[in-house]
């Protein structure tokens, strides 16, 4: 027997309390989210012609002395040096292609917007032929630009896709015999999130809504921090014109190896300001995590000196002047001049991402104290090192709770069973301590960010069985995310990950359905629920948690059976009137290594069906492996 005790409200649940992870990891911003299909647009990775071909260039082609493309560097533009210049020697046609991120997606009759910058000495070229084209080089829609300046002009045009195909490319030809220089070469579906220019995959994006994530963490991670301190994320080089955004080689451009990713880089289309619109579409906070002046500690572990510091902290006193500053102040007005004269309403911000020991907490204590200065609302997330465990864990915690640090956020890739057996991990968190934010978890069904580890139904159940935990103790978790968010089919570099991309489509993964279960039916206060008059700690492989909520007028119970077996049980619900019925939501596989894939993208997804109350009892059988969540409306 389950009692569940409706009339009691021990905390109220966050709305923060289930939130989404975002990192550009895995192709999740350039070649995933941000719906930018040209790689490399405007010539700035380290080799500034990677993604581009020029195959009737190649000395050996039948057509050598048709062109030739090459790169210039103008280095008073500081932000955006390099543009292509394309010297086209006869009239034949010269033709530069773009690879994309291992391929374009293209969907049959959706339009496509193309934007070119060029400067086309004397007029010499007459036109410039844009086409998506297949493997074999047939035409799959075209469009035609005709520059007509010998300055630096931007042009655009419009195309639709004669076919779907998962891998074209898109193929530029000149025709005219000259010099052309060329920057920006930017194409988009017109077909984008709120149909916005430089925006986001609109089915990547819908994933994210349906979750309805409480905050949106961003932009990671390891990328935060960078391996050197002059390759962190500087959040102010990644807002104002798209095209004078820096580019930058990413933290995880070929790292770990499983599928090298050379042609890896940020070119912060995706930025700042875009994160804050996208928490603002979800309705989640925004939680902006920060350099605090040290290198990823996996990597280079560069440390600013304390004496050099005053940057850092001045660019988390300038974010929060640009989230919520007024118009008329300098970071307030950026924001409103890129669209959004009102405050993004910024409450949470994070001091560096996974740093430990005495180097992070002196520098944590000047950001605490000037941010709290200026901003005393502003609720500071801190951070004790990764994996809650080992020496320098209990050292960072023992420092922030002198510290009255009000949230610090745990990390933990650990394998299955390890999730099911810390489902009591926080009954006995000091209750006065810090808040837990529990930034970053993941079943690993071989080891961390193995290239072998599964979204399977083992980790997945594995994870709700410790989220009844984290839900239970509310009053100490006021915020948990899954990690990472997403990963390209063909370009990751770490699994497990929630949803899964390619260039044509997206599906949430067996996890990814935990996750919205609990986050769509996360209540507002939560209630008691015992087991045989005790406390829940997973026996018999049986997890749960309760919570009521008070706008839809429901009591929610969440049930997890990590047995290999199905359970009977009997909810008994006291405290209020019931209905006489209930909703049931199963989610369940038979097998633990099943998994979501994209030709089974909903092979685990939840099913719904009605439960008659005897009384007040909720008499249920629990699918062996499953999470069910029971909902019954309060009279
Ligand atoms: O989620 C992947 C990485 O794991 C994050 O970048 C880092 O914070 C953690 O080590």
Redesign the pocket.
Known sequence: NLEVNIANTITKIQPTMYGA?F?D?NFAADGGLYAEMIKNRSFEFETPLMGWKQPNSDKHSFNEQSGIATTIKVLENKTNPNFCRVLVNDDKGFEIINEGFRGMGIKKDARYNLSLKAANHNGAIKKIIIQFIDRNKKVLGETIIVPTASDWQSYSAQFTATQTEAKAQLKITFEGTGTIDLDMISLFPEDTWKNRKNGLRKDIVQLLYDMKPGFLRFP????VEGRTLAQRYQWKKTVGDVDKRETLINRWNTEFDHKPAPDYFQTFGLGFFEYFQLSEDLGAQPLPILSCGMACQ?NTGELVPMDELDPYVQDALDLIEFANGGVETPWGRIRSEMGHPKPFNLKLIGVG??QWGPQYIERFKVFEKAIKSKYPKMTIVSGAG?FPEGDYFDYGMQELKKLNAEIVDE?Y?KNPLWFRENATRYDKYDRKGPKVFAG?YAAQSVAI?SPDNKNNWECAFSEAAFMTGLERNAEVVNLTSY??LMAHEEAWQ?TPDLLWFNNLEAYGSANYYVQKLFSTNKGTDLIAITKDGKPITGQNNLFASAVKDVNTKEVIVKLVNTAATAQEVNVDLKGSKLASKGTVITLTSPNLQDENSFANPKKISPTQSELKLKGETAKMSLPAYSVTVLKIMLK
């Open positions: 992870f990192e990891i990671g991670g390891c990328i996996f991402n996974e990764p990390h890739y970053e960010a990690a990472p770490w």
